[in-house]
């Protein structure tokens, strides 16, 4: 999939120009084009600063990893988990002190 299809994707589309308003800067209310190109695909807005290829893109716009956008992209999807931990069997980091106030004490 190109960056300009998954741009048109999530921002409708077409355009000629390969310009589309960026989503980046309208959640800020600040009204900005940002480019898209084919060679090299990439994207870029010049107002916000916001740039890079189709997985960052991705993974700006829907809010997620980059690892979750890469899935995304390859049209990848996890295998639900087959197994329930309760959750007092997960362990829970215990408070300590004195290793918070800089001192090590040893039990003797």
Do not use: N
């Amino acid at each position: 999939m190109s960056i300009i299809e998954v741009v048109k994707a999530r921002l409708g589309g077409p355009t000629d120009s390969g310009e589309w308003a960026c989503p980046f800067c309208a959640r800020h209310g600040v009204p900005a084009l940002m480019g898209v190109r084919q060679e090299p695909a990439v994207f870029y807005c010049p107002t916000c600063g916001h740039g890079g290829d189709a997985v960052k893109f991705v993974s700006m716009f829907d809010r997620i990893s980059v690892p979750q956008a890469q899935e995304k992209l390859a049209g990848y999807e996890p295998p639900a988990p087959t197994t329930y931990m309760a959750p007092d069997v997960v362990a829970k980091p215990r408070f300590a002190p004195e290793l918070i106030r800089g001192r090590r004490t040893r039990s003797s």
